[in-house]
């Protein structure tokens, strides 16, 4: 007999349980609030949103289905099984965190705060959450999926990144990385000195990248959260008698890659800004970047 489906909720904590993790009390938290002119009632409206959103979703899982939940910072250490329906309650920005420790199992994304939160990518509501959770095993999901590009990095000792918006090369301070760029086009690898590299996807496209696009009035067409492709751009390119600037932008499509020879002591690679969990690159190491094999199946 096969096992009935098991719904993950993902959760992070809220910005009222970190400040009573770090001021011990409501009363020290109100007042550390107030020397920064805000008051702690708004933020206990909004741990109250999110919380009745989580207890809502957690209500609409049916009853013979398993389930478990997991919060953003122990998503490295949980294991996901092939088939979990993943339903994230929080904000777009978590959906991200989650999309990088999966495997393609589809994922619902429950905007614990509406009106707050853009909604790109956590567009449904906590009291939708039961017909989702059964339209998610239904037969025919694949046709309600949206299956968006992921981008990753991978290490010439096998390490693997990957990220939903972007990943980042450079130092860990964001400070000058020196590494020879490789690009899909068969140039010669050219030297650079630079602030770090940015690969984005189409749903990153909105964010970091996009900022670096705009900042240099770049012609290239962004691409869409769905197409098999990625921009990538190299920030603050330094120009000198051992460096250049000829090859800072780009596309990378199908099978292409982008590849990074480290010439620092220690460079980072790391995705849609979590810096907690990076790749850890030293002096001759060979990193590669392009289109990830798995997508994010996001139901729509």
Known sequence: MSLAPRAVLVHRRTEY?????????????EFFLRTRGREIGEVERRHRLAEAALAQVAGAVPADWRHARVERTDLSRFLFAPDDV???????GLVANAAKYLAGQPVLGIDAEPGRNPGVLVRHRAADAAKLLRAAVEPGLEARLEQRTMVEAVADDTQ????????????????????RLGTATGEAPEPQASSGVLVGTGTGATGWCRSAWLERQSPLRLPAPDDPAL?????EAWPSPTTG?????????????LSLTVESDRLVAFGDGIESDALELTWGQV???GVATTRLRLLG
């Open 17 to 29: 349980q970190e400040l009573i993790d770090r001021h011990s009390t409501r009363g020290q938290a």
């Open 86 to 92: 993943v339903v994230v309650v929080g904000q777009d």
């Open 160 to 179: 693997r990144l990957l990220a939903l918006n972007e990943i980042y090369l450079g130092q860990p301070g964001h400070q000058t990385a020196r590494y």
């Open 231 to 235: 921009a990538w751009f190299v920030r």
């Open 245 to 257: 600037t000829d090859q800072v932008q780009g596309l990378l499509a199908g099978e292409q890659r």
């Open 287 to 289: 990193v590669h970047l």
